[in-house]
């Protein structure tokens, strides 16, 4: 069987962005009882969890849109894709999310699994009535998926406090701009204009859009400015990540992210079976009244996190068969 080529850079930023993702678990329930009780917390003592959460997940879609492929724009085709998606997240959405339930008595956090099915059948619909027009390949193409990405991001903050199910959560729909962008980015092999230069640019706003997001400097208060830089901050931290991992050099530290980007979906899957075993380091904060400190805080995160990651590779030497169709769809 032919081998799929794989891009390094892009896995490995893929394992940085799922190590982001196990990070602000872990803090979480260190910190606190768990992530959403977090969401209350105040102060110095959640910096660096707030930090992780400004653009991890954004990041994470930003990703899957670099890998998005979609070349036959046949209607039979479509359903084929659809259905491939559907095995390989909305099957183990289900089945993983029934097994977490049982064991932990609550609902696992696996809203990116069944957001991203529909990012990618919202795409496809778009891609399919785009294929009818001759201008959609080239920028016009382009110029119409950014269109709709910033709509529904729009929408998603116009209508955010309306009082909604949790399956529909308009800040996980949100996130389909990233994934647009991850695939424009893709489309127009973004990668060969972003050199050390590109990232030193791209660096400045990230630094100086940090320092708004974090309170450091002030702008005007005015809601409309604040939201807008909110949202460039976010985007100027993917670019800045995404520049950092193309320039970097490939030493032992790229390698290893790279190596657990191959197993994010299933570190993804994985890794809140572990998450209430941590109690023990939250009673030892406690305690200690180490929450203050955010270098013990990122330290110790680490350390749990790819503890935690650890683990979830041993478990994912399971061997092929239904059994794991259904906990990773495939």
Not at 49 to 56: D, E, M, R, T
Not at 143 to 160: A, E, P, S, T, Y
Not at 288 to 304: A, G, K, N, P
């Amino acid at each position: 069987m032919e081998q799929k080529k794989r891009i390094d850079y892009i896995d490995a930023l893929k394992g940085f962005a799922i190590l982001l993702v196990v990070m602000g678990h872990v803090l979480a329930n260190v910190c606190h009882d768990d992530w959403n009780t977090a969401l209350q917390g105040g102060g110095q003592s959640m910096i660096l969890w707030k930090f992780i959460y400004s653009f991890h997940m954004p990041l994470f879609m930003f990703c899957s849109g670099l890998v998005f492929k979609f070349e036959n724009t046949s209607i039979a085709n479509s359903v084929l894709v659809v259905k491939k998606r559907f095995m390989g997240l909305i099957l183990p959405y289900l089945g993983m999310g029934a097994f977490a339930y049982i064991l932990l008595d609550k609902f696992a956090p696996y809203w990116y699994l069944y957001t991203l099915f529909v990012f990618y059948t919202i795409t496809l619909v778009i891609y399919l009535i785009m294929s009818k027009f001759k201008w959609y390949k080239g920028v016009c193409g382009t110029v119409f998926l950014l269109f709709w990405g910033l709509l529904v991001q729009f929408l998603c903050i116009k209508f955010r406090s309306l009082e909604i199910p949790p399956l529909l959560d308009l800040s996980h729909f949100g996130l389909y701009f990233f994934f647009c962008l991850g695939i424009i980015f893709k489309k127009h092999q973004m990668a060969k204009y972003c050199g050390a230069k590109s990232f030193s640019i791209v660096a400045v706003f990230f630094f100086v859009l940090f320092l708004y997001e974090f309170n450091i400097i002030h702008f005007p208060n005015i809601r409309f400015l604040s939201t807008l830089l909110s949202r460039l901050y976010t985007l100027s931290a993917i670019l800045f990540f995404y520049t950092l991992f193309l320039n970097v050099e490939k030493g032992s530290i790229f390698g290893y992210f790279e190596k657990i980007g191959l197993i994010s979906l299933e570190i993804y899957i994985l890794h809140p079976f572990f998450l209430p075993k941590l109690s023990f380091f939250e009673n030892v904060f406690n305690s200690f009244d180490l929450r203050s400190s955010i270098i013990v805080q990122f330290f110790v995160s680490l350390f749990l996190s790819l503890l935690l990651i650890g683990l979830c590779k041993i478990l994912t030497k399971i061997p092929q068969s239904p059994f794991r169709k259904v906990l990773f769809g495939k």
